[in-house]
């Protein structure tokens, strides 16, 4: 199985800043199939990037993702307050789907 | 817009079977393009994949969990079905149902959306 580790744990920046989240894979993740979730609490994951870079349905364009192989990248260009939440990175280029541990955006 | 919302009880007693039902509204459960999936979350933790159904009735699990889940389809109803056997604590977690798409005529997983509110089932006596 591909293990996923995302890096920082937490990240504490203000309002309009720029965030830069890391995923790092065990092994190389085939084809780019990398997903982005956001998660507030309470709530459900909602997907955020698929395919590496592919913007889902209704997601600002302040949000991108990029990488390839072992090490992919989710940025968010200006914080807005509803962009505090916890990131977590899947792959699914192999079975089973896997999940990192997540990083936590906060408000500094 | 496909919801899906997820039901059953909130508190199971350890080396009992933990059962939940997900039903999906607003589209069909017999798409031949998507998987009905199970993902749970321990609270303040992180998310982990327990398996998934095809409306055929072909099953997926995650080998750390397969010799203790079964999942089921019921078409009929738009429903699919998680059991989970002999649970202690560390099944204590917030369970969410999700659709996935797939890549062709073997088995493959895409990016889980849309996701239901997901529920929490406490393992406790």
């Known amino acids: 199985e591909i293990v996923l580790t995302q890096s920082p744990g937490t990240l504490s920046l203000s309002p309009g800043e720029r965030a830069t989240l890391s995923c790092r894979a065990s092994?190389?993740?085939?084809?780019?199939?990398l997903a982005w979730y956001q998660q507030k609490p309470g709530q459900a994951p909602r997907l955020l990037i698929y395919?590496?870079?592919s913007r889902a349905t209704g997601i600002p364009d302040r949000f991108s993702g990029s990488g390839s192989g072992t090490d992919f990248t989710l940025t968010i260009s200006r914080l807005e307050p509803e962009d505090f939440a916890v990131y977590y990175c899947?792959?699914?280029?192999?079975?089973?789907?896997?999940f990192g541990g997540g990083t936590k955006v906060e408000i500094k | 817009q496909l919801q899906l919302q997820e039901s059953g009880p909130g508190l199971v007693k350890p080396s009992e079977t933990l059962s939940l039902t997900c039903t999906v509204s607003?589209?069909?459960?017999?798409?031949?393009?998507?998987?009905w999936g199970w993902i749970r979350q321990p609270p303040g933790k992180g998310l982990e994949w327990i398996g998934s159904?095809?409306?055929?009735?072909?099953?997926y699990y995650n080998p750390s969990l397969k010799s203790r889940v079964t999942i089921s389809v019921d078409t009929s109803k738009n429903q699919f079905s998680l059991k989970l056997s002999s649970v202690t604590a560390a099944d204590t977690a917030v369970y969410y149902c999700?659709?996935?798409?797939?890549?062709?005529?073997?088995?493959?997983?895409?990016?889980?959306?849309?996701w239901g509110q997901g529920t929490l089932v406490t393992v406790s006596s």
């Open positions: 999700a659709r996935h798409g797939h890549r062709g005529s073997s088995w493959s997983v895409d990016w889980f959306d849309p």
């Open positions: 607003g589209g069909s459960i017999s798409s031949s393009s998507y998987y």
């Open positions: 159904i095809y409306y055929s009735g072909s099953t």
């Open positions: 092994q190389s993740v085939s084809s780019s199939y």
């Open positions: 395919g590496a870079s």
């Open positions: 899947q792959q699914y280029g192999s079975s089973p789907p896997e």
